[in-house]
């Protein structure tokens, strides 16, 4: 019988790899899309940011992954987020007096599109989905 070091087997930790860059992908295109169209997100897309963390969630499985996945989706989503935001400043296509603007810009619609609500409707829905996925045995 063999002692149980507290170590997660390798398919947990599989998953969450595939599960992370999903679920950033999903808050980072649903917030962009927005971001390109109107100033803030709307109550449509923290539903949708909320539905895509309840299935993140069940398919992290356990909370302690959810959790994991959390921290780790919020801050991919930043850095997606400002990189896209701030692209034109990088290659160039603002010209170098609006450089400056526009990487501040970037950075105040990154930290706006993700706190705090974004922050917490993840939270919440990685919390509920990997609920699900306990209750209902998603394995």
Do not use: C, H
Request: hydrophobic share 55%; net charge negative; aromatic share 8%.
């Amino acid at each position: 019988m063999a002692a149980d070091t507290g170590q997660k087997d390798m398919p947990e930790r599989k998953r969450l790899l595939l599960v992370v860059p999903g679920w950033a992908s999903l808050v980072s295109s649903i917030a962009l899309a927005r971001l390109f169209t109107a100033p803030t997100l709307r109550i449509e897309d923290f539903a949708l940011i909320f539905a895509s963390s309840i299935l993140a969630g069940s398919l992290a499985g356990d909370l302690e992954n959810a959790m994991i996945g959390f921290i780790s989706t919020l801050i991919l989503s930043t850095i997606i987020i400002g990189l896209v935001l701030v692209s034109p400043a990088i290659l160039g296509l603002t010209g170098p007096l609006y450089e400056q603007v526009a990487e501040r810009e970037a950075a105040i619609g990154a930290f706006q599109a993700i706190f705090p609500f974004t922050l917490v409707l993840v939270l919440a829905g990685g919390i509920v989905g990997s609920g699900l996925a306990e209750r209902f045995a998603f394995d």
